[in-house]
């Protein structure tokens, strides 16, 4: 059997594990907004027609922070259709997706979601068939206490106070040929230098988020990312990241093991920034705003496709990539995100694409309820209880085979320690087709009791959840594990995600929790 050990030591620290890590993309696309965040008239829906279903699976996922309104969407979308009167609002043809917008649900709509939702809000300017002046006008609208044209506007449409909102992106992967309005490396940095001036200068308490590259599979992205930077480095804060991962020709190891390259994503990126600021002589460091990342079947969706249909039937809300997932997707899933808590050293948000129906974790019908999709359970936990600091840890495990990757550790683990309540998480993918098992080191913990073991995996891994069956696949209790002389055992079954919390005895002991 595959034995997995770690030395925890609490002193060893990575980073604190940021809040923003648990954001999520809510895109006009396809069913994300129209008919699943707000469906008026559905059942589950309030007056204003935001489903109370959803939302409360929302908040029951643990999201913090919502990236909106997009998502290639926002190349073409004139943010000032989406505001004031709804019966006033124009409908649109969307390009991104080829679909019709018809702004019944727009930037208030958003806003009034997000504090229904107790998520913060990352905008997104549309840096494809508008200017820096859009911008510009966006911010004063969101921003601005009153007194001028766009924040008078505001105030016009009901909205008395300024949404505050401090996270912005100039656009999205505007080095993409599927982009609107794609832009060189020159003609991105250069705008962006000049956006961010600009819109710091209505709100110097922002930040700014630059685009990197957006595919990994484009030629010489790093390249491009440095040449965005040579021209903006000073003037903006973060620069984001996109990644979505399939299994490969069956390859499960590899599959399970996309956080690896989740983690070279970063630090090729990091890198890249690095390098750029020490040759411009910059105290600064960027941080990377992971702000789309997820399992997707992209194989089974031909972008080219929809591009070139001739007798393409327009429609609002059409059905697009609301992929089922699996048990083995949530396992993959799962890896992902601890990748990215790993790195909370220069991970400062991230963003799980998309909320709703759209390679989603909840999926919502116009006939039920909304229920949760095998991938939301690892995200709810991980959301609940990756709290404190990322423990630097350095797991001694023997590899396994990936026909995509060569040998990969055979098990991967994450951990984290809240100080204030003196809690260790554990989270582990046992990537092989053994069970394994798992020794953890105490020594330089109190004594130390389990409070929860739960785990995803081990056999069925192509079950999932549907409206018929919401609860298939839900993280199972486990009692495979032992404690004692200041060492955790645990038994990973084969294939498998697993979450182990830890408490102090005393505190549990207080509590009464002990187990």
């Given at each position: ?26 895109e006009h696309m396809g069913r994300c907004i129209y008919g699943g965040i707000y469906e008026p008239g559905h ?260 972008l080219d496709e929809l591009y070139a249909r001739r007798n393409h039937t327009w429609e609002i809300a059409p ?197």
């Open positions: 059997m595959t034995v997995c050990g770690v030395v925890i030591e609490p002193s060893f620290t990575i980073a604190s594990v940021p809040r923003h890590m648990f954001g999520t993309l809510v059942a589950k829906s309030d007056a204003a027609g935001y489903r109370q279903d959803v939302l409360e699976l929302t908040r029951e996922l643990g999201v913090t922070m919502a990236r909106y309104p997009g998502g290639n969407f926002v190349a073409s979308f004139d943010w000032e259709d989406s505001v004031g009167p709804v019966a006033e609002r124009p409908s649109r043809l969307e390009l991104a997706w080829r679909q019709i917008e018809p702004n019944t649900f727009g930037l208030n709509e958003f806003m009034a979601w997000a504090r229904l939702a107790n998520v913060e809000p990352m905008m997104v300017t549309n840096f494809g068939t508008r200017d820096i002046a859009d911008a510009c006008n966006l911010i004063e609208y969101t921003n601005f206490p009153g007194g001028t044209k766009y924040s008078d506007l505001r105030i016009s449409h009901g909205v008395r106070e300024p949404y505050d909102i401090k996270l912005w992106c100039l656009g999205n992967e505007q080095d993409g040929p599927w982009q609107i309005a794609q832009k060189s490396a020159v003609q991105y940095g250069l705008e962006a230098a000049e956006a961010a001036k600009a819109m710091k200068r209505i709100d110097p308490t922002i930040e700014i988020i630059s685009c990197a590259s957006a595919w990994r599979f484009l030629p010489s992205p790093n390249t491009w990312q440095a040449t965005v930077l040579e021209h903006c480095y000073e003037y903006v804060d973060h620069v984001s990241l996109h990644g979505y991962f399939e299994p490969i020709d069956g390859d499960r190891a590899g599959y399970l093991a996309s956080g690896l390259v989740v983690e070279d994503i970063i630090d090729a990126a990091v890198a890249t920034s690095d390098h750029i600021g020490a040759k411009q002589g910059s105290k600064k460091k960027l941080g990377v705003a992971f702000d789309e990342w997820n399992i997707w079947y992209e194989s089974r969706f031909d059905r697009l990539i609301e992929d089922a997932y699996t048990t083995e997707d949530a396992i993959a899933f799962a890896g992902l995100l601890m990748s990215l808590i790993r790195r909370s050293d220069r991970v400062a948000s991230a963003c799980m694409s998309e909320l709703v129906n759209v390679i989603a974790p909840i999926r919502a019908e116009s006939g039920s309820e909304a229920w949760r999709q095998t991938t939301f359970h690892p995200f709810a936990l991980m959301a609940r209880h990756a709290r404190g600091e990322v423990l630097r840890i350095e797991p001694k495990v023997e590899k396994v085979h990936s026909a995509t990757y060569g040998g990969v550790p055979a098990v991967d683990v994450l951990a984290t320690h809240d100080q204030e309540s003196g809690g260790l998480a554990l989270f582990a993918v046992n990537r092989g087709d053994e069970a394994a098992t798992l020794e953890v080191e105490l020594r330089a913990l109190p004594r130390m009791a389990v409070v929860e073991h739960v785990e995803l995996g081990g056999d069925r891994l192509d079950l999932i959840n549907t409206e018929a069956a919401p609860d298939r696949v839900t993280p199972r209790p486990s009692a495979g594990h032992e404690i004692g002389q200041g060492q955790l055992r645990a038994q990973l079954p084969p294939a498998s995600w697993t979450m182990i919390r830890l408490l102090p005895e005393q505190r549990q002991a207080d509590a009464g929790t002990v187990r």
